[in-house]
């Protein structure tokens, strides 16, 4: 079993060091005994989405986003038939507004997304900045199967202007307790859909955040069967950094 991990886009999307969300998944998945490879593809190149377990895009600016723009509708098809088949991605802020319908940025230009995830964004009149804090949907902890009070929430670092709106047939991550979140109305953050996980928080968000990162992996090794058991892997300074911002923030003593 070899575990393969796919960085889409890495000289592009990469705002705040989000490829240290593709460091934390193959860290923990290798210290768990799993080979692991990272792909990286850029401009004009696909993965085969079939060969791939975990997806990965990070976040960009406006410019960065409309320069790949074209070249990510050329992965359309492929992709939304792996996400169909549980392909389990994880997008933060730029990427996970091109995985919706459109992105209208804040000089009028929209950018069409793949319109595989029924959301559509457009460009506040004010950046949201700042730290977040989100209490995870139940579902989602269920999903982690984990019970620790850390496990309860998300924590992790926010710089957008697009305002990002969820249609009926999907579910934010969680509420926000701190910041903007999707759009700093109705009080959600990120969407699930699927296996797939769109969300706002850069930090980069897996490290401070070990039980979304875990739940991203067991999803991937059941999708492809693995049947070993998921060993529990000493956590405890990630958990501490996550409670400690959690506090801080929630204090009020960290904006
Ligand atoms: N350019 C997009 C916006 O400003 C996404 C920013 C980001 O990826 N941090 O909303």
């Known amino acids: 079993m070899k575990l393969k991990i796919c960085h889409l886009y890495p000289d592009l999307l990469d705002l705040y060091g989000d490829r240290g969300n593709v460091m934390v998944l193959a860290a923990r998945s290798r210290w768990r005994g799993i080979e692991t490879e990272v792909q990286k593809k850029s401009l004009g190149e696909q993965p085969d989405y079939d060969d791939i377990d975990i997806l990965f895009i990070g976040g ?13 509708q050329r992965h359309e098809r492929e992709l939304r038939q792996a996400i169909e088949d549980g392909l389990v991605v994880l997008a933060i802020c730029g990427g996970y507004q091109l995985l919706g319908q459109y992105y209208q940025a804040g000089n009028g ?33 269920a999903a982690a199967d984990t019970s620790g009070e850390s496990d309860a929430t998300l ?7 697009g305002k990002t709106y969820l249609g009926e047939g999907i579910q934010p991550l969680g509420k926000v307790l701190h910041g903007c979140g999707n759009n700093g109305e109705d009080g959600g953050e990120g969407t ?3 296996n797939v996980f769109g969300t706002y928080l850069h930090g980069p968000l897996l490290p401070k955040n070990p039980h ?14 693995f049947a070993g058991d998921f060993t529990s892997l000493d956590s405890r ?19």
């Not at 960009?60 to 990510?72: I, T, Y």
């Not at 979304?212 to 069967?225: F, I, T, V």
């Not at 300074?237 to 904006?255: D, K």
Request: aromatic share 4%.
């Open 60 to 72: 960009g600016s406006d410019r960065e986003q409309n320069l790949l723009v074209v070249d990510l």
């Open 109 to 141: 230009l929209k950018m069409p997304g793949l319109g595989i995830l029924d959301l559509w964004t457009a460009a506040g009149d004010k950046r949201c900045i700042g730290n977040v804090v989100v209490r995870l949907d139940e579902t989602l902890r």
């Open 155 to 161: 924590v992790g670092f926010e710089n957008h202007s």
């Open 192 to 194: 699930r859909y699927k």
């Open 212 to 225: 979304l990162a875990d739940l991203l992996l067991k999803l991937a090794w059941r999708r492809r069967g």
């Open 237 to 255: 300074l990630e958990r501490e950094a996550h409670e400690t911002m959690v506090q801080r923030i929630l204090a009020g003593s960290h904006r």
